[in-house]
């Protein structure tokens, strides 16, 4: 027996990714669909295009773009196989199994990561039964660096983006907001707020950008350049420094609804979520989180000198909730164990 795994976007890859490898470690079976970045992350395992004889259960983690996993589960469906999905984040429960059109696809087993997200799902329409909790398996190993490695992160981060490594970091999460999520604002507006905000207020802060794997690039810098005014700071080149090294070294962390958020509220960093002109209530995902400060109108605008405030008297220990996800790896791939040997 085995399983056949997919994986659309990076947030997919992520949830995935330590689970496939604990189950392979404990010896179980297991095919990776050829598909976008899934076959790289694990280039050890067989990657196919047809679904094997021997598999017994397909599991696929979702996207709000990408509608090859969800084809592929509504095919494993129809050759009979269990299908289990990942879910990566706390928006889209039931737009991510229906985003291809065929209608709402129902797998066997929809795991999510905390509480809320259960919640939210069953309110969006999923069945109670096959919702079920199992953290967030990228999430399993994060933890604040180490003050001397965190040091090293701020002095190379300075380096790359040309600003003196003394000054408090302002790390700014961006994705393609407008674009694809019909938010009611775009990311340069967003970025524009913070940048706006952080002029006012005063003090030596310099902002990295981190751009989205989906985002073009040069239209980030643009934005940084139309936006940032004078700030120091701008875009991380890809593949020196991580997103994550990237929130472990910073001072503060804002963005929109990046699961990045969710890890900087975790590892205790003052944490914003800015959506200015926000029309869609389902992108409210950070006000159910104590200590997130969520700013979309102008009269919730004083709001980013407090986390200001909060981020110059230094970061919180990381909070419980990261607990729920240390065992999320392990949990999956005892559930998959069955249909793996």
């Not at 280039?43 to 004889?53: F, G, Q, S, W």
């Not at 039931?94 to 059109?101: A, F, N, P």
């Not at 790359?160 to 340069?188: H, K, N």
Request: aromatic letters at 6%; one cysteine or more.
């Amino acid at each position: 027996m085995a399983i056949l795994a997919a994986a659309g976007d990076i947030g997919g890859l992520r949830a995935l990714v330590p689970a496939l490898e604990r189950l392979t470690a404990d010896g179980g079976r297991v095919y990776l669909w050829d598909h976008r970045d899934l076959p790289a992350a694990l280039p050890a395992l067989p990657r196919v295009k047809n679904i094997p004889r021997d598999a017994r259960c397909t599991v696929f983690s979702t996207s709000v773009a990408d509608t090859v996993p969800l084809e592929l589960a509504r095919r494993s469906r129809a050759a009979g196989l269990r299908v289990e999905c990942v879910l990566d984040n706390w928006m889209n429960y039931r737009r991510r199994l229906e985003m291809d059109g065929a209608g709402l696809f129902v797998p066997d087993a929809y795991y999510v990561m905390d509480e809320l997200a259960r919640t939210r799902a069953i309110d969006e329409g999923l069945p109670p039964e096959i919702v079920m909790v199992s953290g967030h398996p990228g999430l399993a190993d994060l933890a604040p660096p180490a003050p001397d490695a965190r040091r090293v992160l701020r002095r190379r981060i300075a380096e790359l983006m040309g600003f003196d490594a003394g000054v408090e970091l302002i790390v700014w999460v961006s994705e393609p907001a407008g674009r694809e999520q019909g938010a009611g604002y775009t990311e340069e507006q967003a970025l524009g707020e913070l940048c706006s905000a952080v002029r006012a207020n005063g003090g030596p802060w310099a902002i990295c950008v981190l751009a989205h794997p989906r985002e073009d690039r040069a239209l980030v810098q643009v934005a940084w350049a139309r936006r940032s005014l004078g700030l120091p700071g701008g875009v991380l080149p890809r593949g020196d420094i991580s997103s994550r090294d990237a929130v472990g070294a910073a001072n503060a962390v804002a963005g929109m609804t990046s699961i990045l958020l969710y890890e900087s509220w975790l590892l205790g960093r003052p944490t914003l979520s800015l959506q200015p002109g926000l029309v869609r209530d389902d992108l409210r995902i950070y006000r159910a989180r104590q200590g997130v400060f969520c700013v979309e109108t102008a009269q919730e605008r004083p709001r980013i000198a407090a986390w200001l405030e909060q981020a110059k008297e230094g970061a919180s220990p990381p909070r419980p909730e990261l607990e729920t996800h240390r065992g999320a790896a392990l949990r999956l791939a005892g559930a998959w164990r069955p249909y793996s040997l």
